[in-house]
Each structure stands twice: as structure tokens, then as C-alpha cells.
């Protein structure tokens, strides 16, 4: 069974940072597209970063390019969000997310198409 534990939300002031991680189970990471999406209450979900599969090439929405930073420990099994210079703005909900899907499903705007996640962690940006 593919679980997801994802740690490292909480409380932070504008400016702060923060590192998310995301440790899977009864699933490798590398053999798919793996990344971050958020919700904040009345939103809809956004992605916010994804690595490939292939090259670990990356990807991020516009809002948090040069701020945030996403990696992955092959050895760990886990995939890792870099937060840095948060603002207000970024309070949500993130989800480690996995793209399942045989052809690859829209990260940007953010599709649940084949994707599988887990409970999320809170990430609060406030001062």
C-alpha cells in the first residue's frame, strides 16, 4: 500500500523558511514524477513544484521560482520542498504528490489525473 508521510509544516513569520519532506512507503519515489501541490481554504488546488523522473530536471509556478527548491533522496526514498522567503500568501496545505498516470499529468495548472498524495502538512506564513 503507497503512503505518503509528509513533516515539516508549521508556523512561520513572512521572511522565514521552512523544509518540507515526504517519505514514501510501499512505493519508490524515482519511478515517477513527484512534487508539491497546495490548498488554501477556498482555493483550488495549485501545483507548486515538481521533479521528473527521468533527470530530476525541475519545475515550479511562477509565484515561488527563486524561493523555493525542490529535491529528492533516491537513499531515502523521500522528496524534500525548500521554503525560503515565504510570504503571507503561501499559507496552505501542501500534499506530497505522485504522478501515476502512464503519459504524465498537468502539474501546471495542477491536474489530480492519475496523481496520488498524501495527508499534507499545514505551512502558516504570519507574522
Known amino acids: 500500500q503507497m503512503q505518503f508521510e509528509e513533516s515539516g509544516g508549521g508556523l512561520v513569520q513572512p521572511g522565514g523558511s521552512l523544509r518540507l519532506s515526504c517519505t514514501a512507503s510501499g512505493f519508490t519515489l524515482g519511478y515517477s514524477a513527484i512534487g508539491w501541490f497546495r490548498q488554501a481554504p477556498g482555493k483550488v488546488r495549485e501545483g507548486v513544484a515538481r521533479?521528473?523522473?527521468?533527470?530530476?530536471?525541475?519545475t515550479y509556478v511562477d509565484s515561488v521560482k527563486g524561493r523555493f527548491k525542490i529535491s529528492r533522496d533516491h537513499a531515502r526514498n523521500t522528496v524534500y520542498l525548500q521554503m525560503n522567503s515565504l510570504k503571507p500568501e503561501d499559507t496552505a496545505h501542501y500534499y506530497c504528490?505522485?504522478?501515476?498516470?502512464?503519459?504524465?499529468?498537468?502539474?501546471?495548472?495542477?491536474?489530480?489525473?492519475?496523481?496520488?498524495w498524501g495527508q499534507g502538512t499545514q505551512v502558516t506564513v504570519s507574522s
Open positions: 504528490v505522485a504522478d501515476l498516470s502512464t503519459r504524465g499529468s498537468s502539474w501546471f495548472p495542477f491536474s489530480a489525473l492519475g496523481k496520488q
Open positions: 521533479i521528473s523522473s527521468s533527470d530530476d530536471s525541475t
